[in-house]
């Protein structure tokens, strides 16, 4: 295991921000809003020679009013337990709250190392009073300001001297990489706990729960798999501004790290407008897909089977009829195997080499049997073909004049593809490129 850095306190002290810094990105949301990370966000990060895992949490409350808070609060457990070291954030712009002896409490008693960090020491007043932490008997503050990169080193200087025996780098490298997308309450950190077999996400009928993307690296029958349990997406045009939007953007940018997504869907809402908008983005980043119908443990109640299912989901679909569909209950975690095989099925379409002579003898049979329209004096024609990537499958056509190649043509030349060779799950990029041009974006 890496060595593991959990950052924990009262909610509003700046964990995001210190977060981002560390990972040099934006990948936890940072907002004023208190509560905003409510799931465990972790990262890789590679600090001088330690190579580590960091972990931002939800705001530590030992007085949940919800039950939403009590998750909260058995997430940043969870983290505790994961840690090796642990950096309590607090604010000193405020002062000692509270909470923040209420956090201190929960963190002495877990009997773990912990570096008290008192964020937002951004001026030498600020920076001076940030003594007075020394009180929650947690050792000798360091002050940080997170948002004007302030104290980060020798912040960083401390969390490794804890780790001069773990500094071995390591690179994980996962055999698939799965992003699991949908609309809101369909079910997807549900789904997500039950092939973990622990609650690593939390799980509540609220919709949008899960703000952020949760990675968490798993062996599923002796493969690893990178699972990316994302926010609920909602059609382009109708995202609120704020948190929600920068969810969208994690959930586009978990599709960009992914191999295949997994489209979960709803039994009981099957098929919806929205699931459409969502699929377009699968789509747009070309990655493997399969589609998930959750809840199916309600078909008989709502007077559903699977041929009628399959009818709706094809009707929708069209443009994505490659896709195979899986029947799934997270709650009654039944059908997850099959699940899992037709991701790894789809992911190893996605990452399929053709041979050379094959692509052109299928291409050529197919031109030969439907040759292209013509237009005016003028007709397309294919010189050749090559298969010049995989991940996606990416198959680069020499013609004449790239703007006379219809998009009917394109679907069925690709069609042509797949009755040859299947790429079932996979979707398969066609470009075209005609003298001194250069190539369309397929």
């Excluded at 041979?355 to 013509?374: D, F, Q």
């Amino acid at each position: 295991m890496k060595p593991t850095i959990a950052i924990v306190g009262r909610p509003n002290v700046g964990k995001s921000t210190l977060f981002n810094r560390l990972t040099g990105q934006p990948k936890s949301i940072v907002s004023a809003i208190s509560g905003t990370t409510r799931d465990r966000v972790t990262a890789e990060i590679i600090w001088g020679d330690l190579n580590c895992v960091l972990i931002d949490t939800g705001g530590l409350d030992e007085h949940p009013q919800s039950n939403l808070w009590q998750q909260i609060r058995n997430q940043i457990d969870l983290a505790i337990d994961e840690a090796d070291v642990i950096l309590m954030l607090t604010d000193s712009n405020v002062g000692i709250t509270p909470a923040d002896e209420d956090v201190a409490d929960v963190l002495r008693k877990s009997e773990k190392q912990v570096l008290l960090v008192a964020n937002k020491a951004d001026n030498q007043v600020r920076e001076a009073t940030s003594s007075e932490f020394f009180e929650l008997g947690l050792g000798s503050p360091i002050p940080i300001s997170a948002y004007h990169n302030i104290g980060i080193d020798d912040l960083m200087v401390n969390v490794i001297s804890h780790f001069q025996d773990k500094t071995e780098n390591q690179i994980i490298a996962a055999d698939l990489n799965l992003a699991i997308v949908g609309r809101t309450n369909v079910g997807k950190s549900m789904l997500v706990n039950t092939i973990i077999g622990q609650n690593r996400a939390i799980v509540t009928d609220i919709p949008g729960t899960t703000r952020d993307s949760l990675d968490t690296l798993i062996e599923y029958n002796n493969r690893s798999i990178l699972l990316v349990d994302t926010a609920g997406l909602r059609r382009r045009g109708k995202v609120e501004p704020g948190i929600e939007r920068y969810s969208t953007i994690r959930t586009i940018r978990a599709l960009d790290r992914a191999d295949v997504a997994v489209l979960l869907m709803d039994a009981s809402e099957l098929a919806t407008n929205q699931d459409t908008h969502i699929t377009s983005y699968i789509l747009d980043s070309f990655k493997g897909i399969v589609l998930g119908i959750n809840k199916w443990d309600l078909a008989t109640k709502i007077g559903l089977n699977k041929e009628s299912a399959i009818q709706q989901v094809t009707n929708k679909f069209k443009f994505a009829s490659y896709a195979p569909a899986c029947f799934i209950s997270a709650k009654n975690k039944t059908g997850i195997p099959s699940l899992i095989d037709a991701v790894h099925s789809a992911n190893e379409q996605w990452s399929r080499e053709l041979p050379r002579y094959g692509l052109k003898r299928t291409v050529m049979n197919a031109i030969s049997e439907h040759p292209p329209a013509s237009s005016g004096h003028h007709s397309l024609k294919i010189y050749g073909v090559t298969q010049s990537q995989s991940k996606p499958p990416t198959f680069d056509f020499y013609v004449n004049r790239s703007d006379m190649v219809h998009f009917s043509y394109k679907r069925y030349l690709e069609n042509a593809l797949r009755k040859a060779y299947g790429f079932k799950g996979s979707p398969l990029r066609l470009r075209f490129k005609g003298r001194g041009e250069s190539w369309d974006t397929g």
